[in-house]
Every structure is written in structure tokens, then in C-alpha cells.
Nanobody, 128 residues
């Protein structure tokens, strides 16, 4: 059983910054991958950023490269998404996800994010 808690969403002006946080409050498995996804009304959920906890390898969606950064926190199974130069198209509900990852420990295969099992409740980001 794994439970994720997100925080940090809210309203931001275009060009501004926001930081989302995610931590596991309950877990009984070893987590190797954590990620952020987002979904806006009428659109499919898309992977935004992922981090492999052993080694810290990160992968980003093209739409956020150079603007967003995912990083591990000091506490176990805590990670952050630093969002800079936020644009109107970034407005969405953001979801934190965690899982064991692929058999080789990676979190992305051929550009596709791992299909995560455990999800947070989502945090809303609006851009004005």
C-alpha cells in the first residue's frame, strides 16, 4: 500500500514560478521512480517529469524542458517540481506518481513514462 500527498498548487501569473511537493505518507514497497503528470479539461493526461531515485536521472516532456525541474528532497520518497516561467498552457491538475519502475530500474522506455500504480489526489495550478 502506498499513499502520496501533494501540495504547492495554486494560482500564478504567466512568467512566474511555483513549486509542487510530493511525499509518500505510507509505503510498503521500494519505490524507484517518481513522476509528475498533468491533465487539463478535455485533454489526455501527460507525463511532465520523472526522476529515477537511484542516480537521480531525470526526463522531461518537451513542453517543459528548460522551465521545470524535478528533484528529490532530503526526506525519503520526497520530491519537488520547480516550475519556472509558467505559461497559460501549463494550467492543469498536477498529479504525483510513484512506482517500482521497469525491471532494469529505469522510469522511461522509448520516451514513454512508466505506467504508474500509485497516485496522489492532484493539485490544481491556474495561470493568469
Amino acid at each position: 500500500h502506498v499513499q502520496l500527498v501533494e501540495s504547492g498548487g495554486g494560482s500564478v501569473e504567466a512568467g512566474g514560478s511555483l513549486r509542487l511537493s510530493c511525499s509518500l505518507s505510507e509505503y510498503d514497497v521500494t519505490i524507484n521512480c517518481m513522476a509528475w503528470f498533468r491533465q487539463s479539461p478535455g485533454k489526455e493526461r501527460e507525463g511532465v517529469a520523472t526522476i529515477r531515485l537511484k542516480g537521480g536521472n531525470t526526463v522531461y516532456a518537451d513542453s517543459v524542458k528548460g522551465r521545470f525541474a524535478i528533484a528529490q528532497g532530503n526526506a525519503k520518497y520526497t520530491q519537488y517540481l520547480q516550475m519556472n516561467n509558467v505559461q497559460p498552457e501549463d494550467a492543469a491538475t498536477y498529479f504525483c506518481a510513484a512506482d517500482v519502475g521497469y525491471d532494469d530500474g529505469s522510469c522511461v522506455k522509448k520516451g514513454k513514462f512508466y505506467e504508474y500504480t500509485w497516485w496522489g489526489q492532484g493539485t490544481q495550478v491556474t495561470v493568469s
